[in-house]
């Protein structure tokens, strides 16, 4: 071994797209903004949890936009946020540390605001259940979210609350799991979705010659992982 | 040395892990950019460097300036 990376996100959305419809029988994946989330219905979140680190980024970066002094407010509250804010996505803020912020009006206000008007209303497609599905009218649904800077990079945000109110019940989606600190959500659809987008892209590399790329096998282990192995030519 | 080859796997929650086996120096990040690109994208949870990265075409170098 001499090198290993690991994490997930979505950058083929024609691989998500074809998961959906072969896997998901009652959902659909369309080109939509607003993705629905206890925030739709309630104007806020319940504050039960931290916010997504995607959502913690865009806050503070809409405080700065207003011109606060992000880090003397912070002190203030008793939490040092890291000198790269953008740290933040990989070491998001904790709930007692978000408790904290919120003490401070302005970090109040920035919270409302990224509640009231950008949680839900910030994706690029959304993925919810058919038009006739009973389901259709509750259910929250799952956004493909645009990372604030990368490009062609996409997160998947649900608000698994009552698994998404039915959402996550959904065939090929995979119900939300809580693990200790750590929640998970729609694990059937990200596996399904990351070896679908790997299938694609090792394809592509072959295609285009390549050396490292010849060809590759797929196979299923003993407890559940997919594991491709890709020989070069 | 190992035969040279990537293993992509996927686990049940969806997290992804790219690895590259057999190469030597830093030829494995270039193997496996088109899959860390796409399925990890620029913030990996976790980035680990083997004692192969180090070999090949580097540690020369480290020696030369010994």
């Avoid at chain 1, 607003?34 to 997504?52: C, E, N, V």
């Avoid at chain 1, 990224?114 to 799952?142: H, L, M």
Wanted: charged share 20%; hydrophobic share 35%; proline share 6%.
């Amino acid at each position: 071994m001499s090198h290993l990376e690991s994490g997930f996100c979505v950058t083929d959305v024609e691989a998500l797209a074809q998961i959906v419809k072969e896997n998901c029988p009652t959902l659909e994946l369309v080109k939509q903004s607003t993705y629905r989330t206890w925030a739709t219905d309630h104007g806020t979140l319940a504050g039960d949890y931290p916010l997504p680190a995607i959502y913690q980024l865009k806050m503070l970066g809409w405080m700065v936009t207003q011109n606060y002094k992000v880090f003397d407010l912070a002190q203030e509250a008793g939490v040092l946020l890291p000198k790269e804010l953008r740290k933040l996505e990989t070491e998001p803020w904790t709930l007692e540390m978000q408790h904290k912020l919120l003490k401070v009006p302005e970090f109040r206000q920035a919270y409302q605001h990224i509640c009231s008007k950008v949680i839900g209303n910030d994706a690029e497609f959304v993925i919810k259940p058919k038009a006739d599905q009973p389901e259709v009218g509750y259910a929250y649904q799952i956004g493909v979210v645009p990372h604030p800077w990368r490009a062609g990079e996409y997160q998947l945000m649900c608000d698994f609350y009552a698994q998404g109110k039915g959402l996550l019940l959904a065939k090929g989606v995979g119900q939300h799991k809580a693990v200790g600190e750590t929640n998970s959500w729609g694990g059937e659809l990200k596996q399904a979705y990351a070896v679908r987008a790997a299938e694609r892209a090792i394809v592509t590399q072959m295609r285009a010659g390549n050396p490292e790329y010849g060809g590759y096998k797929k196979t299923t282990l003993p407890d559940g992982r997919i594991k491709l192995e890709v020989f070069p030519r | 040395m190992s035969q040279k080859k990537i293993v992509v796997t996927v686990d049940l929650s969806g997290e992804v892990q790219v690895e590259a086996i057999g190469h030597r120096g830093g030829t494995c990040v270039k193997a496996t950019a088109p899959l860390t690109k796409t399925l990890v994208g620029g913030t990996p949870t976790s980035s680990v460097k083997k004692p192969e990265f180090f070999q090949g075409d580097i540690a020369p170098r480290i020696q030369q300036s010994e």
